[in-house]
């Protein structure tokens, strides 16, 4: 199952648009801050999990399953909020890596 950065992005924004269909007002930027920061929390819970700072009771749960869905929600939301300010999520992220690049060859390493 591979696909490009692109197809991921078209595949959230086909799930964005089927959910604002359902939900009460538009997500704009504050919205989607809201859900990014809900999911990072959920992110946080799953590693404390998984790093065992939580004791569970019973059987413990498909933490590695929760960790990747709770990471790509994430993702999600951070493109959900690149669409809003029409940031090209991809083309900024290489920028991003060449810049570190840059700067990392500047001090030899």
Known sequence: MSKTFADMEDMYR???????????QEWKAEGAMIELSRQVGELAKQVMIKEKYYALEGDAPDVDGRL????????????????????DLE??????REDE??????RGV
């Open 101 to 106: 690049d840059r700067y990392l060859k500047s």
């Open 91 to 96: 083309k900024a992220f290489i920028e991003a």
């Open 14 to 24: 086909e799930v964005v648009a089927r959910f604002q269909r359902i939900e009460l």
């Open 68 to 87: 990747g869905n709770e990471m790509a929600d994430v993702i999600a939301q951070v493109m959900r909020l690149a669409d809003y300010y029409g940031i």
